[in-house]
């Protein structure tokens, strides 16, 4: 998404090994638009990696990794700094900090190495992407381009809801009151950004860097 990102005004840094779009057009107006509408920014930087075991096995692998925490289908769980969600029974996405990422897989492998059954630990980062919707009309906009039911009853605060977005296969976590994190194939960057923007701009929303994001609370 980074050619689209600079086609919108983006301002690139290199952070962790990674192009990061860190504003658009000033901190003060994407900070107004993550708190009064809706804006969006890339965060394909982020860590993300794949858990598939035996049921009992991946909730081994978890519970070795996170401290004690246990997977619950439809609901993501903040451990370790990142977001654990399971996918299926026997598969679970990990999402972290580019810094944590390799020691984060480190321990998920040997956790993994230690399961009764087959069990891996993939590396997905460079092949699926990431957006962060944040603001109070973030449902709207999601609204626009699919069916998933994203209502508090449905995707409370945590909730993670994988399925089709865009006609696509995605997932989408409720990190926090106003603020979503969308996964989805890296090869659709471009279509997923012009989907998402043309979304947020009929409400007035926009593309924001990543800084602006640190406004938007996000769960501890």
């Known amino acids: 998404m980074e050619r689209e990102a600079l086609a919108a005004g983006a301002q690139i840094e290199l952070r962790d090994g990674w192009n990061v779009a ?53 609901r993501g769980v903040r451990a370790r700094d990142a977001w654990w969600c399971a ?36 590396d997905l980062t460079s092949t699926m992407a990431g957006i962060t919707i944040a603001g109070p009309l973030a449902p709207e906009v999601f609204a626009r381009f699919t069916a998933l039911d994203l209502r508090p009853q449905s995707t409370p605060v945590h909730g993670f809801r994988p399925g089709s977005v865009a006609r696509t296969p995605a997932a989408v976590l409720r990190e926090d009151d106003e603020r979503w994190l969308m996964v989805f194939g890296a090869a659709l960057g471009s279509y997923v950004w012009t989907v998402v923007a043309d979304a947020a701009a009929g409400l007035g929303g926009g593309p924001v860097g990543v800084d602006a994001l640190e406004e938007v609370p996000a769960s501890a």
């Open 22 to 74: 860190v504003g658009f057009d000033g901190a003060q107006a994407e900070r107004e638009r993550c708190r009064t509408t809706a804006g969006f920014a890339d965060r394909s930087h982020l860590g993300k990696l794949e858990l598939q075991a035996s049921a009992a096995d991946l909730a081994q692998i978890v519970s070795a990794c996170t401290g004690g925490e246990a997977l619950e289908l439809g």
């Open 87 to 122: 996918t299926s029974r026997e598969r679970a996405l990990v999402f972290c900090e580019p810094s944590e990422t390799a020691e984060l897989r480190e321990q998920a492998e040997q956790a993994a190495a230690s399961a009764a059954g087959l069990a891996s630990v993939i």
